[in-house]
């Protein structure tokens, strides 16, 4: 592997301090220095890449990702590939993150239950073009929650695996942790799409969420909660989950316990697929009037309250959207960035930093991803325009002159 000097470059480190020129030098996998511009030293056989001003900084991270959802308009979509064809779709979409800027994908849940497993060992081997992953399971839910489609006259292969108490639950996690997932996914309040256990009511007990982190915890694996109900967030603090999806509803108690837990949790808010439901996803099947029969206003509006106070609380927050659906492709999932603006309160820097340093430090506890100093990870992105003045720019894969990751360029446009 060859050393690479990246030349005056305006370099954007992930910190959330500004921009400065310089040039960054690669050694191996991981950056080796950090210079003004012009001062780096360049020895007999290294690369030079002259960024002519261009825009350095943090390779993304998608903190929701679902790499086996293309297209999803229905959870029929999930059920009916075979898994060979699923593992392809899977393998394609690794590679449209990378080439929208994704250097890694903090997985959520996969469809079937080796899915992110396969394409992340065929990546880490070379075999495939993607971003690094931590692979998603089957997700965990329980009897008439969200992800049982069964019925007593209609059995079926759910997109989940459905346990009842601690000790099935217990064989579950031993099962995915087995196949080789990296994250353990419990489904632990409800969701509008089902319209039995709505949002805001819990369907999984704490005792179950405890029996998951403590297993998953003995295989060095983490846990993921889909907890939308004040009641689900709690039960994922009490027992050390994570990673937190969606978090609508609160209460000054459940803010002050994530306060309390900022610096071991993570959330991702998962706005962008309320925002493409109710104001995008008409020509798919799914008329606004149908999104607000779902309450899907008002959980925008809880959503809104939640974050904004979680901001302003110092929370580590990640962009991921729940891409991956018709009205919100696999591609757009940096539209994030604008939305945790728009909804939160977030400067620009700031919501760069969400898709930037906190997704590094949820995808390794090493604490060496996601921003750019010397002796971490070289995942970067150089970018022909400066998001900090438009970060709709991080939508279009043409402004990303190079993606690199682990030292080596993935993707070139110079």
């Not at 690479?4 to 020129?21: E, F, H, R, S, Y």
């Not at 999930?78 to 060979?84: D, V, Y």
């Not at 894969?397 to 110079?414: N, P, R, T």
């Amino acid at each position: 592997m060859s050393n690479t000097v990246i030349q005056n470059a305006l370099i954007w480190d992930g910190t959330g301090a500004d921009p400065v020129m310089g040039d960054l030098r690669i050694g191996g996998q991981r950056i080796a220095s950090i210079s003004p511009a012009g001062t780096a030293p360049v020895a007999e056989g290294d690369v030079v890449i002259d960024a002519a001003g261009r825009f350095l900084m943090p390779g993304l991270t998608e903190g929701h990702a679902h790499l086996s959802f293309d297209a999803v308009t229905t959870t029929e979509d999930l059920i009916r590939p075979p898994p060979e064809e699923h593992t392809l779709l899977t393998a394609r979409v690794a590679k449209t993150l990378l080439e929208h800027g994704f250097t890694s994908a903090y997985g959520a849940s996969a469809a079937k239950l080796r899915l992110d497993v396969a394409v992340r060992n065929e990546i880490n081997a070379g075999r495939l073009l993607g971003p690094r992953i931590r692979a998603g399971s089957l997700e965990i839910t329980v009897t008439g929650a969200l992800g049982d489609e069964s019925r007593l006259h209609n059995p079926r292969n759910p997109p989940a695996m459905v346990v009842d108490g601690p000790e099935e639950m217990r064989k579950a996690v031993r099962l995915c942790c087995r196949e080789g997932c990296d994250n353990i996914k419990l489904d632990i309040s409800g969701d509008p799409f089902y319209p039995d256990t709505p949002a805001d009511c819990t369907t999984m007990s704490f005792e179950e969420v405890q029996m998951a982190v403590q297993t998953a915890r003995q295989f060095g694996k983490k846990v993921n909660g889909h907890a939308r109900s004040i009641e689900s967030i709690q039960h994922c603090v009490r027992a050390g989950v994570d990673m937190i999806y969606h978090a609508e509803f609160s209460d000054e108690q459940t803010l002050d316990m994530l306060e309390q837990a900022k610096d071991r949790v993570f959330v991702a808010p998962t706005i962008s697929l309320f925002h493409t439901m109710l104001h995008e996803a008409g020509d798919y099947g799914l008329p606004r009037e149908v999104a607000e029969a779902m309450g899907i206003p008002a959980l925008i509006e809880e959503s809104v309250k939640t974050h904004t106070a979680l901001r302003k609380r110092g929370i580590r927050h990640l962009i991921g959207g729940d891409y991956g659906f018709a009205w919100s492709m696999q591609g757009t999932n940096a539209r994030d960035i604008r939305f945790f603006m728009d909804y939160y309160g977030y400067s620009a820097s700031e919501a760069l930093v969400c898709a930037t340093r906190n997704g590094g430090l949820a995808m390794r506890s090493e604490g060496d991803l996601g921003t750019l100093e010397p002796g971490m990870l070289a995942d970067m992105l150089l970018v022909n325009s400066n998001p900090l003045d438009n970060v709709d720019v991080m939508t279009d894969k043409a402004q990303f002159a190079l993606v690199i990751k682990d030292g080596e360029i993935c993707c070139s446009q110079l």
